[in-house]
Nanobody, 123 residues
């Protein structure tokens, strides 16, 4: 049974940093793409970043480029999202997701999802 468990969310001030973690279990993820999405109240879930587990190829949504970094640790089966220079508009529930295909920004193409972790950025 595939399980994705996020952690690391919390409260940060504008300009601060947080690091989210997503521990993946239940299968081998070497052929998967791992993604981070976020959903703010009253808004649709949006793509943030993704990484191809085998190659390390990454892709970012424009508004987080240069501020967020996605990475993975194969030994720990964990994907990270390092978030720097946080802005109030980054406030959302952040979700980890996995899909068996190439990097995609479309949420419906992801097969597995975590339960989400809240990130709140105060101004």
């Amino acid at each position: 049974q595939v399980q994705l468990v996020e952690s690391g969310g919390g409260l940060a001030q504008a300009g601060g940093s947080l690091r989210l973690s997503c521990v993946a279990s239940g299968r081998t993820f070497s052929s998967y793409t791992m993604g981070w999405f976020r959903q703010a109240p009253g808004k649709e879930r949006e793509f943030v970043a993704a990484i191809r587990w085998s190659s390390g190829i990454v892709y970012y949504e424009d508004s987080v480029k240069g501020r967020f970094t996605i990475s993975r640790d194969s030994a720990k089966n964990t994907v990270y999202l390092q978030m720097n220079s946080l802005k109030p508009e980054d406030t959302a529930v952040y979700y980890c997701a996995a899909n068996r295909a190439v990097i995609t920004t479309r949420a419906y193409e992801y097969d597995y999802w975590g339960q989400g972790t809240q990130v709140t950025v105060s101004s």
